[in-house]
């Protein structure tokens, strides 16, 4: 017998549709090609139906979802607003950090025990309520030495864009 398993997936309506799996997966792309072309493109979609979408999808939520620059001689981009550290998942509702990856990590081979490490790491750095720097430092003292400890306080000391906001719980935001 073929072992059951759950997906659940979100939709934001206003008077229609305006954020469900499909954006989700358009700026799940756009964070990995940097271009929101690219990322239409290997979606199958149109350009401008990634553009139009995108803008309607911005203007329900009241803040854009992207930082873009226009193309020309060196070229355009599209980014998320701020970085997404490594291992985590963010919630795409409000672009805040969500958990960890346990899933993606599994798969990748890591142990149980690393996963457990990458968990207490982003329990300080992201639910402790210190701010990031400090988060960083108490992520050293009290979680052992790695490679991914190391690569993940890194990541958001060389920052340039800022990091996602840290976790908030639904009965604070509402």
């Known amino acids: 017998m073929e072992k059951m398993h759950y997906n659940i997936s979100v939709r934001l309506f206003t008077a229609g549709k ?6 989700a997966a358009l700026l799940s792309l756009v964070r990995e090609r940097h271009s929101l072309r690219a990322a239409a493109a290997e979606m199958g979609m149109a350009y401008s139906k990634a553009w139009r979408i995108l803008r309607d999808c911005e203007g329900a939520l009241g803040f854009p979802l992207l930082d873009s620059t226009t193309g020309g001689r060196h070229g355009g981009g599209a980014l998320l607003g701020q970085d997404v550290p490594p291992f985590i998942i963010v919630r795409n509702d409000t672009m805040r950090f969500a958990g960890i990856n346990k899933i993606g990590l599994s798969r990748r081979g890591f142990t149980p025990e690393r996963i457990g490490e990458i968990h207490d790491a982003c329990r300080i750095l992201f ?7 400090s988060g ?19 990541f958001i000391r060389e920052s340039k864009r800022g990091i996602i906001k840290p976790y908030e719980s639904k009965a604070k935001e509402e």
């Open 18 to 23: 305006c954020f469900g799996p499909g954006m």
């Open 127 to 133: 639910q402790s309520g210190l701010n990031y720097m």
């Open 136 to 154: 960083c430092e108490e992520v050293e003292k009290q979680v052992p030495q790695s490679k991914e400890r190391d690569e993940l306080v890194r």
